[in-house]
């Protein structure tokens, strides 16, 4: 149990379009959730986190008009990026905290590379 | 805002050896998380402990919790190139609150 879905698994876009990355939890339900980034050969850097419902807190130095999280519903989130950049391209990873739990479960990852 | 170290930050070693990661903080977390990702992959979820003292074993994976729920170590017996990864370790508040990663452990085990 706990599978976390995330789509796509990888893309390639062209400066200044805008891309979405969707995070499904399958079998189980989550108030949380987080979203990282990711760049090679370094750990997680938190970009925000999003309860069902609410606006999402975006951390300091992450721009909210240009990564939107939309979270809905308790098993669906999505990041945009929007007028993506090549800096912007980097490994991107949902993550749910189950509800009435500690624990968290992540998405594949999505890799996004802008050209 | 909780903080989580790490140490050490990389590690190479040959196969056959044992090493342990340590996961640090001064906050008292309500239960801490280990989990290991590979490259090109999310991390995946090794072991949760919730209890000042609690020991849990996976394999020739060895993790424990602080008497005083502020630390953790993990340790790993006769590594092999599989276990090469991004150790994270993670603590979480009640109910889930303040949920952080640590900055993780790269390891790299050499055949």
């Known amino acids: 149990g706990a599978v976390v879905s995330q789509h796509p698994s990888w893309v390639i876009c062209k400066s200044g379009t805008s891309v979405k990355i969707e995070c499904r939890s399958l079998d189980f339900q989550a108030t949380t959730m987080f979203w990282y980034r990711q760049f090679p050969k370094q750990s997680l850097m938190l970009m925000a986190t999003?309860?069902?419902?609410?606006?999402?807190?975006?951390e300091q130095g992450v721009e909210k008009d240009k990564f939107l999280i939309n979270h809905a519903s308790l098993t669906l989130s999505t990041l945009t990026v929007t007028s993506a950049h090549p800096e912007d391209s980097s490994f991107y990873i949902c993550?749910?905290?189950?509800?009435?739990?500690?624990?968290?479960?992540f998405g594949q990852g999505t890799r996004l590379t802008v050209v | 805002t909780q903080l989580l170290e790490q140490s050490p930050q990389f590690l190479s070693i040959q196969e056959g050896e044992n090493l342990t990661v340590y996961c640090n903080s001064s906050s008292v977390f309500s239960s801490l998380q280990w989990y290991r990702q590979e490259p090109g992959e999310g991390p995946v979820l090794l072991v949760t402990v919730v209890t000042g003292g609690e020991v849990k074993k996976l394999k020739r994976l060895t993790f424990q919790f602080g008497d005083a729920r502020k630390d953790s170590s993990l340790h790993i017996t006769a590594a092999q190139p599989g276990d090469t990864g991004l150790y994270l370790c993670a603590g979480a508040g009640n109910y889930g609150q303040n949920f952080v990663f640590g900055p993780g452990t790269r390891l790299s085990v050499l055949p």
């Open positions: 999003s309860n069902e419902g609410s606006k999402a807190t975006y």
């Open positions: 993550t749910y905290l189950k509800t009435g739990t500690t624990e968290a479960f």
